[in-house]
């Protein structure tokens, strides 16, 4: 699935030596402005149901085996909620429950609950697989709950209490309804009927409620295009009246993810389709009524792998429906609207604290334990100030006991947990896991010779074994559930991470009917009770705890480029029109609302949603709910038609019309209402780049993207967050990602994760991508180096290049290593020339030279000659053609050489090294090194990273960060030159189809 992050900023440096117990920052939906956006948790709450009882609310929902389940949570404001209590502590109905005998229930336990008060008494009728309906009662909703079974099982119930009667509905599609007894254990003989057939279009998930006089039932139809079907009644037995659709094709604008198919052992990752099919849309859910008389719906949206989340949206009741959504927007809710009235003061608060030191007397709310635990085989008072759990017989972790869970949490997050594996025995593994199916998982094994870090893929079946001497291990798992890729890395400190393992793809999956879950664990594999494992901490680590992943640039002048286009939101003759993006400065117009002003007039939007530029006093026809897609894109939503701002995507559309007539965001971004913003720059910043992740940006390749009509950089990247006792230590050049990044203008930079390449062709230490479009495949040299090394020239360091393919530089597969019978060969640069492809490279077994090869087909490859292109040594080349000539720069060490040639065969090297002085500005003081050039009309842009060493020059290790800087390379007198110190402000001009 794509990612379209901008700002993206996973501290990997989180200094854990001593992980503490103070709150993390986490997820909560009130954006402290008078807003809320969706979703209101950002970890799994599936099949929701909500009440209100007097000023206040109660909520919960689906947990399957976890135990305990059945969370009750409370609100007095419907965005922020506190945990109160589980409703069952426990629900042990047989072996299954327990993982014992070879069994097990997940994806099965607690489902679709109904919660429900009536006479002083709150109730839960929930399902579980294999058995009767169960029911939770309670006269406080902080507990106790009581538990019972009724003598039926009925799917998909709900339950109203009306004119001093019971009544139930239940069914899938064919809606069933009956009188329940007065002790609510059955149907009273005779009351059963069917309300509403099966043809009618009802599905499951009902909700029943009796409104303004009138019955009402809110349902779930999933097949095809997900929606919300209603039905409606004058008197409790029907007849009822069907709603196909009172919210529809909602998805906030989140593409559909990758999908599990099939069961063991045949399961498959089928990647994520962005077509706007209906499949991801709210669509399980029901109605509440506050105290003030608003009317708001609550419903579930299957948000890719990290699980099955709620979302809260207003309700317009029109002809007698409860709508969700807006006036003039009806079926769609948006992603961020005003919170709901409320008389009491309610701070931002979420209901769970996700790090924890275990020092408490208790586990905390947020743990739920895979299945029934053992009680006796853990403990937080064995060991105080660590959760102890002593190591059980299981064949692997899919079936050991005493797993303690909690639901990983969006957009990204990174569980670090603490481990000491002193105790553990002969056999045991314990870690921590991202559970899911398939599921992955970083520990600590003791074998007969000592402990083993160990990373393991279920799906690939990979497992990855380094012997270590330590016993205290922190482990780390960094997972982006917007590209649903996670990376496992280790430490013996809690400051230098070693990653390990091959990237691990995560999928939305219904054999658990959960999302992914971080969780600890602990388990022999010689079918005996081991030793034990202690784990000390876990903290749970949230870049973006908040509703915007950019703040609202109030009082700034931004430039909105369209995605997918070069162009964005211009003003032509005084109209606002497709075209350049024009500066527009962002306007307060609180509610995080803004208005957009340029010079002295602002976009205005008339009742049809035509859009215009208008002078005078800002008021609702100029206001635009500032909303963020899920992956971070900008949506304006227009306070007078409830619609979003588009500008017409179509091509042959010269008029390029801005209109603000749009639902909501498609998933596939290709309806023209995703914005990307960026200060309205007029010139490049300095620096241009920096990697928020590991600070250390280089050996840049920038290629235009085609389909999303964007420039994407890939880089190399090095740990400069990595402190090494050792300042002659090079291992913070090995061991990371290639990053990525991307850019409307080649100016404004937004940070887009990092390259997931196939692991049997690459490996741990990437370096130097080159990146080249050839028709419509992308082709990728990497330098590949077989692991982490400390010092450069170590034996087994010697690199290789391997080429890559891909149809959209998301996608790649291997195409084969540049086979030249030498070895020590990186940093590819790759050019057509006539019906050939020409390599250069750097050679380390003569010298480091900069040497040719030649290609018929891109997969052999034979050297031009055994000559280098120049006596200069260096690395990094890039080859362009610029006013006629063919052109190379590389890194010299000492500047960047220039060479010319008239073939691309023969070159003449020009006297001196470009880039060799410092500049004058910060973060630009030192030599320019590892460029790329992109050419744009008749101009080149020269795109180079600077070591930071001159910046800090009192702290040693601030060298090991390092920046991406631009500047405009020139012809004069025949020679290239270039003044780093210059202003760049001119955006680049998207290449001409190949």
Request: a negative charge.
């Amino acid at each position: 699935m794509r990612s379209f992050i901008t700002g993206l900023v996973i501290a990997l440096g989180l200094g854990l030596a001593g992980i503490s117990a103070a709150r993390a920052e986490t997820w909560t939906s009130d954006n402290g402005n008078g807003t809320f956006t969706n979703p209101l948790f950002y970890d799994e709450f599936s099949d929701p149901d909500l009440i209100r009882v007097g000023d206040d609310y109660y909520l919960t929902g689906t947990t399957m085996h976890s135990m305990p389940g059945l969370p009750i949570l409370h609100s007095k404001d419907l965005v922020n909620w506190t945990f109160l209590t589980y409703a069952s502590p426990k629900l042990d109905l047989g072996p299954g429950f327990r993982l014992e005998d070879g069994k097990g229930v997940y994806g099965q336990g607690i489902w679709a609950p109904t919660l429900r008060y009536h006479d002083g008494t709150f109730y839960i009728f929930s399902n579980v697989n294999g058995q009767t309906t169960q029911v939770f009662t309670a006269t406080d909703p902080k507990g106790p709950w009581t538990h019972s079974q009724m003598k039926r099982s009925f799917h998909d119930l709900s339950v109203l209490f009306d004119g001093g009667k019971a009544y139930m509905i239940w069914g899938y599609q064919g809606i069933r309804m009956a009188e329940l007894n007065a002790d609510l254990t059955d149907i009273v003989p005779g009351t059963e009927r069917e309300i509403i057939p099966h043809t009618a279009g009802m599905g499951e998930g009902v909700h029943f409620y009796k409104l303004n006089g009138k019955y009402y039932i809110t349902s779930a139809w999933f097949n095809d295009r997900m929606r919300m079907p209603a039905a409606r009644a004058d008197t409790i037995w029907g007849p009822y009246e069907v709603n196909q659709a009172i919210s529809i094709d909602e998805d906030f604008g989140l593409a559909e993810g990758n999908r599990v198919g099939g069961r063991q052992p045949f399961l498959r990752i089928h990647p994520g389709n962005p077509a706007p099919n209906g499949r991801m849309s709210l669509h399980q859910g029901g109605l509440v009524q506050t105290p003030e008389g608003e009317w708001w719906g609550f419903s579930m949206m299957d948000y890719n792998s990290v699980g099955r989340l709620t979302a809260l949206a207003p309700i317009t009741w029109k002809d007698g429906w409860p709508y969700f959504g807006l006036p003039g927007n009806l079926t769609r809710n948006p992603r961020t609207w005003v919170k709901p009235k409320t008389k009491y003061k309610v701070a931002p608060h979420m209901p769970y604290e996700r790090s924890d030191d275990f020092a408490g007397a208790a586990l905390k709310p947020v743990w739920q334990w895979s299945h029934v635990p053992v009680d006796a085989k853990w403990s937080l008072t064995e060991r105080p100030g660590h959760l102890r759990l002593h190591t059980l017989p299981a064949a692997d972790f899919w079936t050991a006991r005493n797993t303690l869970t909690q639901r990983a949490i969006g957009p990204q997050s990174t569980p670090t947990a603490v481990l000491d594996a002193a105790g553990l025995k002969p056999g045991d593994v314990a870690g921590l896991a991202l559970t899911n199916k398939p599921y992955a998982w970083i520990g600590v094994e003791r074998g007969d010779d000592g402990l083993f870090l160990v990373q393991f893929n279920e799906y690939t079946n990979a497992t990855t074994r380094v012997k270590i001497d330590a016993t205290r291990v922190w482990l780390r798992a960094e997972a982006d559930f917007l590209t649903e890729i996670a990376r496992f890395s280790w430490s013996t400190d809690g400051e230098t991470f070693m990653p390990v393992g091959e990237p691990f793809t995560m999928a939305f999956q219904l054999i658990t009917f959960q999302g992914v879950r971080y969780s600890l664990f602990a388990y022999n594999t010689r079918r005996a009770e081991g030793g034990f494992a202690d784990f000390d901490a876990i903290d749970v680590h949230e870049p973006h705890p908040r509703g915007l992943m950019k703040p609202i640039p109030y009082g700034q002048q931004v430039r909105l480029t369209s995605w997918a286009a070069p162009t964005g939101l211009g003003v032509t003759d005084g109209k606002p029109a497709r075209g350049a993006p024009a500066d527009f400065t962002v306007v307060d117009m609180k509610l995080g609302r803004a208005a957009l002003k340029s010079g002295d007039m602002y976009l205005t939007v008339a009742a049809d949603g035509a859009v215009s530029l208008k002078t005078g006093k800002p008021g609702t026809a100029q206001s635009f709910q500032w909303i963020e897609t899920p992956t971070g894109e900008l949506a304006l939503m227009s306070l007078v038609t409830n619609r979003f701002l588009r500008i017409d995507p179509q091509k042959d559309n010269k008029s390029g019309a801005v209109v603000a007539d749009s639902p909501g965001p498609q998933s596939d971004g290709k309806d023209g209402v995703r914005f990307t913003w960026a200060p309205a720059l007029k010139v490049a910043l300095k620096p241009l780049y920096r990697d928020p992740v590991y600070d250390g940006a280089a050996d840049v390749s920038i290629v235009w993207d085609e389909a999303q009509a964007r420039w994407t950089m890939f880089y190399t990247n090095r740990r400069a967050t990595m402190k090494l006792p050792d300042l002659k230590d090079v291992a913070w050049v090995h061991a990371t990602p290639i990053g990525v990044a991307t850019s409307a203008d080649g100016l404004n930079w937004d940070y887009g994760g990092t390259a997931v390449f196939p692991a049997e062709c690459t490996g741990v230490t990437l370096w130097a991508p080159e990146v080249f479009r050839d028709g419509d495949t992308y082709h990728m040299w990497l330098t590949i180096v077989p692991g982490i090394f400390n010092r450069w020239g170590q034996p087994g360091a010697t690199s290789r290049i391997v080429h890559l393919t891909s149809p959209d530089l998301k996608s790649w597969s291997c195409a084969g290593d540049v086979e030249l019978d030498i070895g020590r060969i990186i940093d590819a640069a790759v050019i057509k020339v006539g019906d050939r492809y020409r390599l250069w490279y750097k050679d380390e077994t003569v010298g480091s030279r900069i040497m040719a090869a030649d290609s018929p087909d891109l997969k052999t490859w034979k050297r031009i000659s055994d000559s280098p292109v120049s006596q200069t040594a260096g690395e990094g080349p890039k080859v362009f053609r610029l006013a006629g000539k063919y052109w190379m720069v590389f890194d010299a060490w000492k500047g960047l050489a220039v060479l010319s040639s008239d073939d691309a065969t023969t070159w003449v090297q020009q006297d001196g090294f470009i880039l060799a002085e410092p500049g004058v500005k910060p973060t630009d003081r030192a030599k320019g090194q590892h460029p790329d050039v992109v050419v744009s009309g008749d101009r080149a842009f020269i795109y180079y990273f600077v070591h930071q060493g001159a910046e800090k020059p009192e702290d040693p290790h601030w060298n090991q960060r390092t920046v991406i800087q631009v500047a405009e390379l020139k012809l004069v007198d025949g020679r290239l030159v270039v003044d780093r110190n210059a202003d760049v402000d001119t955006v680049l001009t998207p290449p001409a189809k190949p």
